[in-house]
């Protein structure tokens, strides 16, 4: 707690545990939390996925699923103990007293009622308005949250607006009723960084205006530092660590928020730092990358373009090198062309026009649907986004890795293939008793193992990675990009880097190129680039990432 | 492996089961009705076809189970050979339409465009008929004879297995694990159906025994309205349509018995459906 309080605390949880019941029996999702909050504060409360974070969320608004029960503990909320407020209580505390921001923008609205009438639904529901006033209020509401055009907008369906511009309206119904407590839970992920600033921006601005006390859920320290006056750690249902942010970053007192401070990718953080030393894969004994000058290119695309059927263009004039064990990173804003742009040079989609050269052979004119058959398959493969959806749940561990070796390396099952798998499986550092499980059965962390160990499987020469981590916790992340970085070194591999984290793009890339809305805005070496962007655009994308101020020397 | 992965199933298999006594007990009923089909031939107790006329309209007795029709046909050996028929019909239906609409479905739902198109509108060409109508009008058209009625349950039913694949397909084809497959070598077509059709299996699985039960009522429906298997073939829906004539004086067996077969015949697949799913989807396994 900061300064002295004199005043009652808006918020004040003590010792809350949560239960869910599931089909193996009880869980404790939350073990003994204990916070409070002053009016008008913003907390953040930060940790990664299983962390408890969200459930203390929900157990603070009621919102549990039907699972979850609040074992023990105490809310207490103006004073007045609401750990087991029901029925006419809760109605009242929900929206006029407390709201709640989630991270879904789009999911949370309702896509068959206009915004306009779905902010005057959440009027109506606490205040005796008349259906014109209640509109007149949503529009002024509209208006605070600056969505532009308010008046058009009023009429709009949720799909029809952006994601950014969905979480405002959001933000506006959770204003409606002036709670004196907002509960964000994550309301920026998924969200571009850009997009993100103005979000933060615009929330930290009511919240400042209306008096209104914030609770920030994140698993984004980063974040959390740049917003919040004060941040609690979870880990595991339990609250390991309250301060400042600044004190949390420069001087962490818990070795897991040391772990989560450290994994953290900040502007100036190198691979090698993401970890504490005694978990850190050795780097190989390679001195220092071959120089990339010199030896032959191993990839020219040359003025590529993709035009949708629809007369969409998702890509216009792509051109860029790339020489053998070079890693190449391609950043952008969701819409910037650059997830398009990786499948082209994967071969998995067509180019509209342009050629593209893979090792002196061209590869754009064969079309994508026969790449298969091609020599050249096996020596471009791609590590996929979200480890959740990118092994076939019908396929354990074992098959998933050894699917490219009997396609691509005409390999038949046997001792041979399983030694191959498990070498596979030894070098992503996954356990080989975990070869004969589903991918349920597997933590995200493992699960982008198997998708990198599919992908190095027939050793290939350029590796396309899309956004290889961005579903990942920071503290995985940082296993897997380090994992990623090894790799690289061992087999002098090309890295493609997708991404939208530019800290990353940094830390992983010798050179980056930034797209915007299909076209190149800016290329060049990635610390040059990042330091000193050349461009008003470059310059907002690393402007907008939060980050938190080096350690004073 | 793989013989883990059969004792996992098994396993996986019984545990759903025990959770889940409706399935078991819908399951054990299918299977019975499964084994009554196959072994029908040994188990009548008198010759389903030949009528003894001094034995006509007798009431369920120590000797006629389930009692005997107008001609002294003996209604629980009709009952149990029918069951061969009605059941080969649905079967063999079921697995026509689902062989052809899972694939016409999933191949749509993969490539969209013109062909997603105009299989859509043949569809809703087909959906646009009643569908037991269209039945009748094709048995009509093609003649009274077991393929036909066995095509015309199988056309009836495409449609749902068609939209089904392809809603299915298309919600998965854009996945990571799609695309990657096509990274590890795979063609479109071999993604489709090797990789996409067994992911959409599990909740074809419950479609395809909503069917059967759907496709016995109609194959008996067709009997019933005369446009079905002939007599004396046994067949429930025809003995339904027999017996009816009876009901007014009281000679309620005629009826009771193959409604009641028809009855939990139907009963017996809706009920299995959902367990199905339980035990096909990997994800369910823990």
Redesign the interface.
């Known amino acids: 707690m900061i300064g002295s309080e004199s005043t009652q605390p808006l918020l004040e949880v003590e010792n809350l545990k949560v239960t869910f019941s599931t ?2 029996g009880l869980v404790e999702a939350v073990r003994g939390v204990s916070l409070s909050l002053q009016p008008g504060e913003m907390l953040g409360l930060v940790g990664e996925s299983g962390s408890g974070k969200s459930v203390t969320g929900f157990a603070i608004t009621h919102l549990l699923d039907r699972a979850g029960h609040i074992t023990e503990g105490l809310i207490r909320f103006k004073g007045q103990d609401i750990t087991r407020a029901g029925g006419a209580d809760l109605r009242s505390l929900h929206g006029a007293a407390m709201a709640m921001i989630f991270q879904n923008p789009r999911a949370a609205l309702n896509p068959i009622r206009t915004v306009g009438q779905q902010i005057a639904d959440a009027i109506l529901a606490h205040r005796r308005l008349s259906r014109a006033e209640a509109q007149a209020e949503a529009l002024s509401l509209l208006k605070a949250v600056q969505i532009r055009d308010p008046e058009r907008r009023m009429g709009a369906y949720p799909h029809e607006l952006s994601g950014g511009m969905c979480q405002r309206v959001m933000i506006a119904v959770a204003i409606s009723c002036n709670p004196s407590l907002l509960i964000a839970d994550e309301p920026t992920t998924g969200l571009d960084v850009t997009t993100q600033k103005v979000v933060m921006d615009l929330l930290a601005r009511i919240a400042a205006d209306r008096g209104m006390a914030t609770i920030l859920i994140t698993h984004d320290l980063g974040l959390a530092a740049r917003y919040c006056a004060r941040v609690v750690v979870m880990e595991q249902g339990r609250l390991v660590e309250e301060a400042e942010p600044l004190t949390l970053f420069h001087r962490p007192q818990h070795p897991y928020t040391r772990r989560l401070v450290a994994a953290s990718p900040t502007a100036t953080s190198r691979i090698e730092d993401l970890v504490p030393d005694g978990e850190r894969i050795p780097l190989v004994a390679v001195t220092e990358l071959p120089p990339p000058h010199g030896t032959p290119l191993l990839l020219d695309v040359k003025a590529v373009s993709k035009r949708f ?1 629809d007369g969409t263009v998702g890509v216009a004039d792509f051109s860029m090198t790339m020489r053998g064990g070079e890693s190449v990173g391609l950043v952008g804003e969701s819409g910037s062309g650059k997830s398009t742009t990786s ?1 082209m040079i ?1 071969r ?1 989609i067509d180019a509209s026009a342009g050629e593209i050269l893979f090792d002196g052979q061209s590869i754009g004119q064969i079309p994508a ?1 026969d790449f ?2 091609s020599e050249l ?2 020596d ?3 590590v ?3 480890p959740n ?6 396929y354990t561990a074992f098959d998933c890795i050894a ?2 070796l009997l ?2 390396m005409n390999m038949r099952s046997g001792d041979k293939l399983r030694q191959r798998v498990e070498e596979c499986a030894d070098r992503v550092g996954l356990p080989r008793e975990l070869l ?1 499980r ?1 991918p ?2 597997l933590s995200g962390g493992q699960k982008a193992r198997v ?1 990198i160990a ?2 190095i499987a027939c050793k290939p020469r350029l590796l396309v990675l899309d956004e290889p981590t961005a579903a990942l916790d920071v503290s995985v992340q940082a296993v897997v990009l380090q994992l990623l970085n090894k790799l690289r070194r061992e087999d002098n591999l090309a890295f493609l880097f997708v991404s939208h984290d530019l800290n990353v793009v940094r830390m992983m890339c010798d050179r980056t190129i930034v797209l915007r809305t299909g076209v190149i805005v800016e290329q060049g070496e990635s610390r040059a680039l990042f330091a000193n962007p050349q461009t008003d655009y470059t310059r907002e994308l690393v402007d907008a990432v939060p980050h938190i101020a080096p350690a004073p020397a | 492996m793989s013989t883990i992965e059969t004792s996992s199933t098994l396993r996986h298999t019984a545990f759903v089961l025990r959770g889940n006594p409706v399935t078991a007990i819908a399951a054990a009923g299918a299977l019975l009705l499964a084994l009554l089909a196959i072994s029908a031939p040994w188990l009548t107790p008198y010759d389903p076809i030949a009528s003894e006329v001094s034995a006509a309209l007798q009431p369920p007795s120590a000797a006629h189970w389930f009692g005997t029709d107008q001609l002294g046909r003996d209604v629980l050996s009709r009952l149990i050979v029918a069951s061969r028929l009605d059941l080969t019909i649905a079967v063999t239906a079921v697995a026509v339409s689902f062989a052809l609409g899972s694939v016409v479905g999933a191949l749509c739902g993969y490539a969209g465009g013109r062909l997603d198109n105009a299989v859509g509108r043949f569809v809703d060409v087909l959906m646009a008929f009643p569908l037991f109508v269209l039945a009748m009008a094709m048995v009509a058209a093609l003649g009274n004879r077991v393929e036909n009625i066995v095509i015309a349950t199988a056309i009836i039913n495409l449609p749902f297995y068609i939209r089904f694949a392809r809603a299915e397909v298309n919600i998965r084809r854009n996945l990571g694990w799609v695309e990657a497959a096509r990274a590890c070598g795979e063609s479109h077509v071999a993604v489709v159906l090797r990789f996409l059709l067994p992911n959409v299996l599990p909740a074809m699985a419950v479609q395809m025994s909503l069917n059967l039960g759907w496709a016995i009522l109609n194959a008996a429906g067709l009997s019933f309205i005369g446009l079905g298997v002939k007599p004396p073939t046994p067949e429930w829906g025809i003995m339904v349509a027999e017996g009816a004539r009876f009901i007014s004086t009281g000679r309620w067996w005629l009826v009771a018995f193959p409604g009641l077969a028809l009855m939990s015949a139907v009963l017996c697949f809706n009920l299995l459906g959902d367990g199905l799913r339980d035990i096909l989807d990997p994800r369910m396994r823990t």
């Open positions: 089909r193996r059927d499948r994967c998995l649907r298969h058959r398959r096996r471009i493969q791609i996929f986004q979200d959806d990118s092994l076939n749940p019908r699917h490219p396609r691509l004969s589903f349920h059965q998708g599919r992908a």
